[in-house]
């Protein structure tokens, strides 16, 4: 089975693809709760994106939680990661190998795949331009498909791009990421904002509800406490008017598509 977190659906749609080579079932991680997931199939695979050279909290929270009895069948089977970046993983493997240790799992293969890069709270960061994002996107299918053949072979490998400084960047900047990464007060919506709620569907821990204007006769959207930093309704809007403070003003967008 292949358990997967996406925000703007990258991972989703690397996890779609593998799952449907390989025969594996998909499941968002958000929608199937650690204490009663049952195992199935012939592995376990993980596949979500990168965050700040880390694994994103989500996933950790949910891999410290998962069941005595899904552990006890995942130590029989081989354990893969896909780690679906915009350009490099740091010692994100390093941190999950550490995460599956404290529950006696170890991990039997993983890879790294290059997507279109969603960040863009901080300065300096934006999405990709539209050149590099197609060039990424044309190289996922062949990228999944090299793996699917690897998996279904039994041929077990570890092929991250960790970046330089790897070590430095998961040490430094990943715990600040955690503390400081996101105020989900800072969350709101400009004058562009047209009531669809995109937004609200595409969060993928339901961090956000449409909630009724009574003055304007429409519903806005109002981000919760329980933010993932996926950037999914800032990407998702179709009329760029989901604001993350002044962050956000001049960045881009990109959306795969569904996140599950
Ligand atoms: C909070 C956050 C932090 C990120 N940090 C990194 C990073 O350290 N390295 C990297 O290559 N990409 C980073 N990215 C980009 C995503 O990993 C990348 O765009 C990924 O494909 C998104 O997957 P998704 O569409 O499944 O959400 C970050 C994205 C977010 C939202």
Redesign the pocket.
Same mark, same amino acid.
């Given at each position: 089975m292949i358990l997967f977190?996406?925000?703007?659906? %990258?991972?989703?749609h690397v996890a779609k693809s593998v799952g449907d080579s390989i025969g594996e079932v998909v499941c968002p991680l958000v929608d199937c709760s650690p204490e009663d997931l049952t195992y199935t199939g012939n592995s376990l695979g993980l596949v979500?994106?990168?965050?700040?050279?880390?694994v994103p909290p989500i996933v950790i929270n949910y891999l410290k939680n998962l069941n005595d009895s899904f552990v006890n069948d995942a130590l029989r089977k081989p354990i893969w990661v896909i780690m679906?970046?915009?350009?490099?993983?740091?010692k994100a493997p390093d941190m999950l190998r550490k995460v599956l240790a404290k529950r006696g799992l170890t991990l039997t293969a993983g890879w790294s795949v290059?997507?279109? %890069? %969603?960040?863009v709270?901080l300065p300096g960061f934006d999405v990709d331009s539209k050149q590099v994002e197609e060039e990424k996107l044309s190289k996922i299918k062949n990228l999944c498909d090299i793996i699917s053949r690897k998996l279904n072979n039994r041929e077990f490998e570890f092929n991250f791009v960790e970046g330089p400084l790897a070590r430095l960047?998961t040490k430094l900047v990943y715990p600040l990421?955690k503390r400081w990464?996101?105020f989900p007060s800072k969350w709101g919506y400009t004058d562009a904002c047209v009531s669809c709620g995109k937004c609200a569907s595409a969060c993928p821990v339901g961090n956000i509800t449409m909630s009724f204007n009574v003055k304007e006769s429409k519903s806005f959207p109002q981000w919760g406490d329980n933010c993932e930093?996926?950037?999914?309704c800032y990407h998702v809007c179709p009329r760029h008017a989901v604001k993350y403070g002044n962050a956000t003003r001049k960045k881009g967008q990109?959306y795969?598509g569904p %996140?599950k």
């Open positions: 977190f996406s925000g703007t659906g %990258n991972s989703y979500f994106p990168i965050y700040s050279w880390g679906v970046c915009g350009d490099e993983t740091g290059q997507a279109p %890069n %969603n960040y709270i960047k990421f990464g996101i930093s996926c950037l999914a990109y795969f %996140n």
